[in-house]
Structures are given as structure tokens and as C-alpha cells.
Antibody
Framework: EVQLVQSGAEVKKPGESLKISCQGS????????IGWVRQMPGRGLEWVGL????????RYNPSFQGQVIMSADRSINTAYLQWSSLKASDTAIYYC???????????????WGQGTLVTVSS | EIVLTQSPGTLSLSPGERATLSCRAS???????FAWYQQKPGQPPRLLIY???NRATGIPDRFSGSGSGTDFTLTISRLEPEDFAVYSC?????????FGQGTKLEIK
């Protein structure tokens, strides 16, 4: 069974750094693109970007380029999303999600993590 | 960027009724790269439909998708109590994937 398990909720202050994680199991983690999706409170879904864990190739939504960094450690089947300096506007739930076809880049997400709530407040 | 606009914002129906949800794109979208997701409170989204009309694994056949160009529709033929949720459309055919803002389907 495919599972994506995300790290727990975080409460941070503006300007702090943060790295959240997404660990995959039940499939060949290295060969499927992983996406990140943001959901701000009471709002719709926004695509953040995609990473291929096999070689850490990334594709960013231009709106998030330079604001976050995606990375992956295929040795432990884990993808990461990190911020160097959080803002209050980063407050949201962040989901990781798996694409359906091996090797093929896609924005279609067939399996989702449970989400990580990030709260940024002074 | 392709903007997806969903209507209505909220749809109030009763179990057993038919639901028709609309998603309009700001420019033409390939039918190959159009999807619908369902999201219940406190849960992640769940893929319902991909490629405009293909049901994802385990999705009941009361859910169907249709459309082309800039107009796409999700139809739920007979609403079950578990179908009341938020539904979001998505296009993933361009380098910048986008979602609609969602339609909330609530019990009347």
C-alpha cells in the first residue's frame, strides 16, 4: 500500500527557518515525482512544485521560486520542503503527493500525505 | 497561467439528488490533463477523475466527468451522504499546474 507520512504540525515565528518532511513507502520512491501543494486557511489548493527523488530534479511554481526549497533523500525515501525565513503569509497546510506514473513528470496527484500545518506567528 | 473558475461556490442539495459542478478555464485545456479532487474537512484531497473523464481507482460510478476546451463538468448522479465535501478542479497540462478555488457541496 502506498503511504506518504508527513512530519507534524509546526509553530514558528517570522524570520525562523523550517524544514518539513514527507516519507514514502509501499512503492519505488526514487522513480515517482513528488509534488508539494499549499492550502492556506479557508482557501483553495496551490501547486508549489515537483521533485524527482531519483536525482533531485525540481520544477517550481514561479510564485514559490526563491521562497521555498524542495529536496529529497532517496536513501530514506523522504522528500523535504524548507524555508529559510518564514513569513506570516506562509501559514498554511502543506501536502505532499505522489504522481501516478513511474519516471514521468506530471501534476496529477494520486496519493497524498496527511498534510503538515505550518503556523507562523509572532 | 491558466485560471480555473469553479461555479457555483456553494451548492446545496439533498441526498439522492443529482449534482452538477462546473469549472471554466481562462484558456483551452487539453482533456488529457484535467482532473477533479474531493476534499473533506481535516483530510487531504482525494483524486476522483483524471483525463477529464477517467475515474480513479475505487471511485464509484456515480461520479463522472466531461468537457473540453474551456468548460468542464463533474456530475454526481445520485448524492450519497458521504459525497458532501469540497470539490476542486485542476489542469496539469502546462508547466504551471493550477487548481480551481473549489465548490462546496453541502446538505440542503
Amino acid at each position: 500500500e502506498v503511504q506518504l507520512v508527513q512530519s507534524g504540525a509546526e509553530v514558528k515565528k517570522p524570520g525562523e527557518s523550517l524544514k518539513i518532511s514527507c516519507q514514502g513507502s509501499g512503492y519505488s520512491f526514487s522513480t515517482y515525482w513528488i509534488g508539494w501543494v499549499r492550502q492556506m486557511p479557508g482557501r483553495g489548493l496551490e501547486w508549489v512544485g515537483l521533485i524527482y527523488p531519483g536525482d533531485s530534479t525540481t520544477r517550481y511554481n514561479p510564485s514559490f521560486q526563491g521562497q521555498v526549497i524542495m529536496s529529497a533523500d532517496r536513501s530514506i525515501n523522504t522528500a523535504y520542503l524548507q524555508w529559510s525565513s518564514l513569513k506570516a503569509s506562509d501559514t498554511a497546510i502543506y501536502y505532499c503527493a505522489k504522481t501516478p506514473e513511474q519516471w514521468l513528470i506530471s501534476g496529477l496527484f494520486e496519493s497524498w500525505g496527511q498534510g503538515t500545518l505550518v503556523t507562523v506567528s509572532s | 497561467e491558466i485560471v480555473l473558475t469553479q461555479s457555483p461556490g456553494t451548492l446545496s442539495l439533498s441526498p439522492g439528488e443529482r449534482a452538477t459542478l462546473s469549472c471554466r478555464a481562462s484558456q483551452s485545456v487539453s482533456t488529457t490533463y484535467f482532473a477533479w479532487y474531493q476534499q473533506k474537512p481535516g483530510q487531504p484531497p482525494r483524486l476522483l477523475i483524471y483525463g477529464t473523464s477517467n475515474r480513479a481507482t475505487g471511485i464509484p460510478d456515480r461520479f463522472s466527468g466531461s468537457g473540453s476546451g474551456t468548460d468542464f463538468t463533474l456530475t454526481i448522479s445520485r448524492l450519497e451522504p458521504e459525497d458532501f465535501a469540497v470539490y476542486s478542479c485542476q489542469q496539469y497540462g502546462t508547466s504551471l499546474h493550477t487548481f480551481g478555488q473549489g465548490t462546496k457541496l453541502e446538505i440542503k
